[in-house]
């Protein structure tokens, strides 16, 4: 942390603010005035770069209907492969090898039809009891769809906390039984960063292909896909990418695959001088635009456009190096203000193995999330008793860390909390 020397005070803080070396970037933003926005792991906000090449793509639409595709300020055929080339330094790759298509559940859909490839000695899939569940359900789809039972065939790794896993638990189940290995970057609920480098050592020492789920890393921490040997990823990017509800979704696969077959093939899959020759044979591009499907959503594709533009300003290691303050300078007044009310942190403290956010365990949260956005803070609650803070290094200032931790403390010390019932609400 350099010359980081903490302080629990408010003058602290502003010192903080005040070296932030993006700080600047908060004014790209809508900001709700009166709000603290620490949500920023399920939806980033709205940048006005973002809504202007929004914008654009609206006004080429308006302008030119269907030449909009070939004509226009960013015409729309080559829309997916140009932010895909922006994102590759996000997550380590050649820009040939990123493509921006589809949704995170229809990627891994794609992506788990092209490399699950069962044998009669190799015939199971790995993943773990902790990932986001859309992922298994997806898994489980595709052995089904192998007349497999996902109750054999689909192996979790357990967690002996409930919290995080354990990297040697997850090289032990790789066994000679296992197709595919599918992990997270980032583990949702507590942010522990797994080790991908290692683990795709591992996965390729015994004949495994393995692939990542990047949705809550991507945007905040770097990866070196192409160094570590990864055979695949995907992630959203309406999180820390900040590409809006909805957004198109990312996924990438290592060239050494650009030859195989996509196990799902769709038009926008094609060669891009053969698309329109209308064939009914079909011309597999020579990267992962391959791995298309259907036309590209624009509309939800666009505002990343301006949203990437910063990534490509800033530098995703930068980026990183903020976060990583961010969330130890909240994991500090923590300790300092709040262990008194029977709060405890559920995410690793050390730097290699925190993603973007941090987790705060209590047996009220549900109610104490509630009374948080009573308070005009925006937190985010996951069962059985999980605060998700996510504090954004080109929007979150360190006040605003200070400030969530005071009105902790507020909602702790008055017992506001009782106000509400212990229940998550519909969405959490």
């Known amino acids: 942390m350099g010359t980081y020397h903490f302080q629990p005070t408010k003058e602290f803080a502003k010192e903080l603010d005040q070296g932030d070396a993006l700080a ?3 004014e790209e933003f809508y900001l709700n005035p009166g709000k603290i926005y620490m949500d920023g792991n399920s939806l980033g906000l ?3 770069r973002a809504e202007k090449s929004l914008l654009i793509s609206l006004e080429d639409w308006k302008r030119y209907g269907i030449e909009g595709w070939t004509e226009g300020e960013e015409p729309w055929f080559y829309f997916s492969e140009r932010l ?13 090898e ?6 995170t559940t229809s990627n891994l859909h794609q992506l788990a039809a092209t490399f699950f490839e069962p ?13 986001f569940p859309s992922d298994i359900y997806a898994l489980q789809s595709q052995l089904l769809l192998h007349g497999l039972d996902p109750e054999t065939h689909l192996v979790q790794v357990k967690s002996r906390d409930g919290k995080l896993l354990m990297e040697d638990d997850i090289i032990a189940a790789m066994s000679e039984e296992i197709s595919l290995i599918v992990l997270p970057t980032v583990l949702y609920r507590s942010g522990q960063i797994l080790d991908m480098a290692r683990l795709a050592k591992e996965a390729h ?20 896909f192409d160094e570590w040997e990864v055979d695949f990823a995907f992630w959203c990017n ?3 990418v900040n590409g809006g509800p909805g957004s198109v979704a990312g996924l990438y696969v290592n060239r050494k695959h650009f030859e195989k077959s996509p196990g799902l093939t769709g038009w926008f899959g094609s060669k891009k001088d053969k698309q329109f020759d209308m064939l009914h044979s079909f011309s597999k591009a020579e990267s992962a635009g391959a791995f298309q499907i259907g036309t590209p959503h624009i509309l939800s594709m666009a505002p990343l456009a301006g949203s990437l533009e910063m990534f490509a300003e800033v530098g995703i290691e930068q980026v990183r190096k903020k976060s990583l303050l961010l969330t130890q300078y909240f994991m500090d007044l923590i300790d300092s203000e709040l262990a008194e009310y029977g709060f405890t942190l559920g995410s690793p403290r050390d730097d290699r193995r925190r993603g973007g956010h941090i987790i705060l365990e209590h047996q009220e949260s549900a109610r104490i999330c509630k009374a948080l956005k009573k308070e005009g803070v925006i937190p985010d609650y996951r ?19 200070w400030e969530t931790v005071q009105v902790l403390k507020k909602i702790m010390q008055g017992k506001l909390y009782e106000s509400y019932e212990n229940i998550r609400g519909i969405i959490a």
């Open 24 to 26: 600047n970037y908060r």
């Open 238 to 240: 309406y999180k820390h």
């Open 98 to 103: 990123v493509i921006l298509s589809g949704s």
């Open 46 to 48: 709205l940048s006005k």
């Open 205 to 224: 020492a015994r004949g495994i292909i393995i692939g990542f789920d990047g949705c809550h890393s991507v945007g905040a921490v770097p990866h070196q």
């Open 84 to 96: 895909g080339e922006l994102s590759a330094p996000l997550v380590g790759a050649a820009s040939d």
């Open 383 to 401: 069962e059985p008793n999980m605060i998700r803070l996510a504090p954004v290094a080109l929007y979150t200032s360190y006040q605003e860390v």
């Open 119 to 131: 044998t009669e000695g190799r015939n199971k899939i790995l993943a773990d009891e902790l990932t």
